[in-house]
T-cell receptor, first 112, second 112 residues
Framework: DADVTQTPRNRITKTGKRIMLECSQT?????MYWYRQDPGLGLRLIYY???????NKGEISDGYSVSRQAQAKFSLSLESAIPNQTALYFC???????????FGPGTRLTVL | AQSVTQLGSHVSVSEGALVLLRCNYS??????LFWYVQYPNQGLQLLLK??????LVKGINGFEAEFKKSETSFHLTKPSAHMSDAAEYFC??????????FGTGTSLTVIP
């Protein structure tokens, strides 16, 4: 079973719609992250959370919001989707005992 | 602020040839450094990491990287490329605040 799961894996939506992407992990990690990947731009950090009560903006948080419902769940919302939010979105986790991040399989979001 | 530069967004090598993917970083403190690989339609998985200690780090699938502080580099190498190495490779640095910064990626093509 995957340690970091993301739902949905693919989503097509229309401009102006509200979208939620969900991330769950069974690794017991405190730290969770949301990134978006665009061709030629690598991964850019949207939001990160070091525990349930700690939420921080990343470098490209405008147009996004997050919710850390529990240690294991971290959701990303697009309140009013726009076409330039079309991208591949990744959730990642890291723990105190590990230096690296562990990634989910990604959600491919298309905004028409 | 941290930054990561990957020279060459696309690299092509012949099967059996040396693979060299370049990564330079900027950091005001000793960094933690990582290489991740992304196969098509998958998330990122860790190839190798440098935290402390030996500067030559060995990873999975025959890859290795050397941390050179004087050159602020962490280049990835593999002596003999295999067709299965074709993928996107990302260099990343982690700062003391547990934020990760990624390069823009290098797409490796292996020519039969």
């Amino acid at each position: 079973d995957a340690d970091v799961t993301q739902t949905p894996r693919n989503r097509i939506t229309k401009t102006g719609k509200r979208i939620m992407l969900e991330c769950s992990q069974t690794k017991g990690h405190d730290r969770m992250y949301w990134y978006r990947q665009d061709p030629g731009l690598g991964l850019r950090l949207i939001y990160y959370s070091f525990d349930v009560k700690d939420i921080n903006k990343g470098e490209i948080s405008d147009g996004y919001s997050v919710s850390r419902q529990a240690q294991a769940k971290f959701s990303l919302s697009l309140e009013s989707a726009i076409p330039n939010q079309t991208a591949l979105y990744f959730c990642a986790t890291s723990g105190v005992a590990y230096n690296e991040q562990f990634f989910g399989p990604g959600t491919r979001l298309t905004v028409l | 602020a941290q930054s990561v530069t990957q020279l060459g967004s696309h690299v092509s090598v012949s099967e059996g040839a040396l693979v060299l993917l370049r990564c330079n970083y900027s950091s005001s403190v000793p960094p933690y450094l990582f290489w991740y690989v992304q196969y098509p339609n998958q998330g990122l998985q860790l190839l190798l990491k440098y935290t402390t200690g030996a500067t030559l780090v060995k990873g999975i699938n025959g890859f290795e990287a050397e941390f050179k502080k004087s050159e602020t580099s962490f280049h990835l190498t593999k002596p003999s490329a295999h067709m299965s190495d074709a993928a996107e490779y990302f260099c990343a640095v982690r700062n003391t605040g547990n934020q990760f910064y990624f390069g823009t990626g290098t797409s490796l093509t292996v020519i039969p």
